[in-house]
């Protein structure tokens, strides 16, 4: 992972983005920014386990996931820091 490449410096940075219509719809994508920030909350939830190095089972309301594994775990403990960011 980039996390072992960098020697335990990866800081993740995630957002909604915007403006949402034009990022999000013009790809069939939903533009409800509640509905955008559970996508959100889920897949960094989903990244904190892959980050482990465990097998990820996963069946949320936005993802499934079947049995995924990332190796190498990451280098930081618990995990790389992530800083969201954010436009309301």
């Given amino acids: 992972t ?42 960094l939830e989903l990244l904190a386990r892959y980050w482990t190095g465990e097998h990820v089972t996963h069946r949320g309301s936005h993802f499934t996931v079947d049995d995924a594994q990332l190796l190498p775990a990451s280098t930081q403990r618990p995990r790389p820091p992530v800083w969201i960011g954010g436009f309301w």
């Avoid at 940075?13 to 034009?22: C, H, N, S, Y």
């Avoid at 790809?27 to 955008?36: A, H, K, Y």
């Fill in 2 to 43: 980039l996390d072992a490449l960098s020697g335990g410096r990866v800081v993740l940075g995630a957002g909604l983005g915007g403006p949402i219509e034009d990022e999000y719809g013009s790809f069939g994508e939903p533009t409800d920014p509640r509905v955008l920030a559970g996508m959100l909350d889920e897949g």
